[in-house]
């Protein structure tokens, strides 16, 4: 085995080039090879804490797995990280490893952290490249769960309940399985294939998935359990879309980001052609600065906007969005306008022809300036009006982009389930809600969060399920 590597710097993650990938759906990092793997795997020092493990929420086996690299054996570390997370090609793309697994890595005192979420892909990619043995279906043990939503809270619970044996069905409302994997990050940051791969394993386990099943309408949870499943767990995410309340919402152009990104990313509305428009070109202002206004205004940029503006109330320093995706941001063209709020969207209106088909379409919004005060209850400065600083804005596309909320279907269709005032479905620290066999997990629970923290979820609840079960 090599020597550690003491390098400061991780290796660089190969990417496409701003103004080519500006124009394109293709993925826009471009994955390790071998040689350059093996290298950073060799800045690992395998400390004998193990601090990235205490920081994954999966607690996967990174030492271990980093060891197999410098080996060469990729498989033997595709099967370490396998026995923590049923989804290792998505989080090594989606994963916030520089807050997490990254941020206690020991390399990250005196230079950058060994680049782990970068090791993980290139060695799911590996596996999904070169291996072609389907795992081992476990022995039924004869009991039954079900699984509504396959998000990754929801595929995270189906997947370690497989693998112990138990039936499982997933339920997903819409016409292809992934949840938010599919219909909300773009293919440029998560293709599509990757997802269907991840998929593809879970059912080689055993796993069965039903879609266009909206459980509350097409089933309800009582009726779940009337069908012989004995444990159920929720992991419908957070789908309904949050809007401001300001002026001019209604109008045709303006989007959430959840709309937006579903009819780009799953119903295809990139096509030429497509089944399911959506506003095309001009310019487009995306409100927020999260990750998923990341991806909006990317997604808006390859549709083929003019111009797109980031829209958001505070500085680069509060944005929430990963460091990564705002500097592909900005390489790509994309102008922030920060300390800024809008307060009414603007439409074109004809009174002389209401039947003109474009009344009622955006124009423009009217934007204040802001600046930050004190600290709020969570620590971020919190944002206040300047006085006469209104300015307007012309754009074509608004894509609102400043959070969600728990889907309230299977809470107002299921009896007994307590919620929270933001619509979040109660649980333990088992993710066991209030109903008997009933357990939730991810984005219903807590509101809009990370993959991993969904996938988090899901194990605790798939660890408790087989407790309850097998009593």
Same mark, same amino acid.
């Given at each position: 085995m090599a020597k550690a590597n003491m390098t400061p710097t991780r290796n660089p993650m190969p990417v496409q080039d701003p103004e080519v990938r500006a124009h394109n759906f293709d993925e826009v990092a471009l994955g390790y090879d071998e040689?350059?793997?093996?290298?950073?795997a060799n800045r690992c020092l395998n400390c004998k804490t193990r601090p990235c493990v205490k920081g994954c929420p999966v607690n996967i086996r990174i030492p271990d797995f980093i060891d197999k690299i410098k080996e060469g054996d990729f498989e033997g570390a595709y099967q370490i990280i396998t026995e923590s997370s049923s989804l290792p090609a998505v989080c090594g793309r989606v994963c916030p490893q520089e807050t997490q697994c990254e941020a206690q890595c020991v390399r990250g005192i005196k230079g950058e952290s060994v680049g782990i979420g970068r090791l993980e892909r290139f060695v799911a990619d590996w596996h999904n490249t070169f291996s072609l043995e389907a795992p081992t279906r476990p022995a039924s043990n004869g009991h039954r769960v079900a699984v509504v939503g396959s998000g990754p809270s929801g595929l995270t619970c189906a997947g370690d309940l497989a693998k112990v044996g138990?039936? *499982?069905?997933?339920?997903?409302?819409?016409h292809t399985a992934g949840?938010?994997?599919?219909? $909300?990050?773009?293919?440029? %940051?998560?293709? @599509?294939a990757i997802v269907a791969k991840e998929i593809e394993t879970l059912q080689a386990l055993g796993v069965r998935m039903e879609t266009n099943v909206v459980i509350g309408k097409t089933l309800t949870v009582d009726e779940l359990f009337d069908?012989?499943?004995e444990a159920v767990f929720i992991g419908s995410g957070a789908g309904l879309p949050n809007f401001m309340g300001i002026p001019g919402e209604g109008l045709c152009g303006v989007y959430s980001a959840n709309e937006f990104l579903t009819r780009s990313n799953l119903m @295809?509305?990139?096509?030429?052609?497509?089944?399911?428009?959506v506003m095309k070109g001009g %310019? *487009?202002?995306?409100?927020? $600065? $999260?990750?998923?206004?990341?991806d909006a205004a990317r997604t808006a940029l390859r549709l083929g906007a003019d111009k797109v503006y980031i829209v958001y109330r505070r500085s680069m320093e509060e944005l929430p969005a990963r460091r990564e995706e705002v500097e592909h941001a900005v390489e790509e063209g994309i102008e922030f306008c920060l300390l800024c709020n809008p307060t009414e969207i603007l439409g074109y209106h004809n009174d002389a022809d209401p039947r003109d088909p474009k009344n009622g379409f955006v124009t423009g919004m009217r934007c204040v300036r802001m600046e930050l005060g004190e600290p709020d209850e969570r620590g971020r400065r919190r944002p206040a009006e300047i006085p006469d600083s209104a300015f307007e804005l012309a754009v074509d596309t608004v894509v609102m982009s400043i959070g969600t909320s728990p889907n309230p279907l299977i809470k107002s269709t299921t009896d $007994?389930?307590?919620v929270n005032s933001r619509g979040g479905i109660v649980v333990d620290e088992d993710g066991l809600t209030s109903r008997c066999g009933v357990y939730a997990g991810g984005d219903a629970v807590t509101g809009a969060a990370t993959v991993i923290s969904a996938m988090g979820a899901g194990k605790?609840?798939?660890r408790a399920i087989d407790a309850y079960l097998r009593q």
């Open positions: 040689a350059t793997a093996i290298d950073e138990y039936e *499982v069905t997933v339920y997903e409302a819409l949840g938010v994997l599919v219909y $909300g990050i773009p293919e440029f %940051r998560l293709p @599509k069908l012989g499943y @295809k509305a990139y096509l030429q052609e497509p089944t399911t428009p %310019r *487009v202002a995306v409100v927020g $600065g $999260g990750n998923v206004a990341m $007994g389930l307590a605790t609840a798939a």
